[in-house]
């Protein structure tokens, strides 16, 4: 019975010698945080999806914290998210968040997009694009394997008829899609911006015709046609700067392709989903 008590004492004695030994380093070792980082924490998305540059909210809080980062630097938080973390950070609280998304530049569905071979690979959009560019004969043509779809937290991308989608309200302009692309089709645009062209074709115009029915061919009229100079033909495919375009529509009807699309009309591929959910 002695033994038992002298080895109890003994293990009770390096148990206390143990936790004053952790007392002393955790004071002697501590790191004092700044209470604003957990306070403006509260205020973000907790998505942790890096389209601010940093790995995650935390790290996002600290660089703000540090004035490393502005206190709008996330394109997920709402104007009052900032305007709580700008009181926080003690400046302005007049500070508004651009609202941005992404968008896919492309309307190459399955039936207008004309196809090299039938891929029956990998489900993943790098894998077949490494298979002589993809299926579809258009070099520059979503794939439609919905890679940018896995690589978004937030389920604001859906493929349909072969090219990916954006779901506007879901979006948070985080740029995972971006950077899952493999054909870098995937843009972040202003939300409200009224007009985009679904198509990133290279090739002129008589090339084009030959691998899409869609296809932008680089005619100009738009760009003639624009009084606001909002889009111009690059490299054989209209592009608009989204600081001068007034909204105003002439593109769009002007192009014979119809390839330039309102930000309020129904795509192709949407319209088909759209149909497919109303007869379910």
Known sequence: ?????????????????LGIVLAIASKVFYVETDERIEKIKEHLPGANCGGCGYAGCEALAVAIVEGKAPVNACNGC??????????????????????????????GTNDLAKKKFLYEGVSDCFAANRLSGGDKMCPNGCIGLGTCAAACKFDAITVINGVASIDYKKCKACGACVAACPKKLIRIVPADTPHWVGCMSADKGAVTRTYCDIGCIGCKLCEKKCEAGAITVNGNVAEIDYTKCTGCGVCESVCPRKVIWSAYKKTPAVEEKAAVVEKA
């Open 78 to 107: 709402s104007d009052a998210g900032v305007k709580a973390i700008s009181e926080i950070m003690g400046i302005s609280s007049d500070i508004k968040t651009v609202r941005m998304r992404a968008q896919v530049m492309c309307s």
């Open 1 to 17: 019975m002695s033994q038992i008590l002298t080895a109890f004492g003994w293990f009770a004695a390096i148990a206390a010698v």
